[in-house]
């Protein structure tokens, strides 16, 4: 199975940022650039609610669909 991936992701209202989506063990990474800064986040597993697909036009990347993390509050 391929655990790295490359993406293009949003955190709440900060620019794009496009780089590589890492799966782990006990988390997943995302690394790479927003503009011409470096971009990096690590979720674990245990802090994530829900996983699911964004098909709103508001939760859409250029047009497409989307998979939006659901963060345990």
Given at each position: ?73
């Amino acid at each position: 199975m391929q655990k790295r991936y490359g993406v293009v992701w949003r955190s709440g209202s900060l620019p794009l940022s496009t780089g590589m989506l890492e799966l782990r063990s006990r988390d997943l990474h995302v690394e790479g650039l927003s503009g011409s800064r470096p971009a990096e986040r690590t979720i674990a597993y245990a802090d994530l609610a829900g996983v699911r697909v964004g098909r709103a036009s508001s939760e859409r990347i250029d047009g497409r669909a989307t998979v939006i993390l659901e963060h345990r509050v």
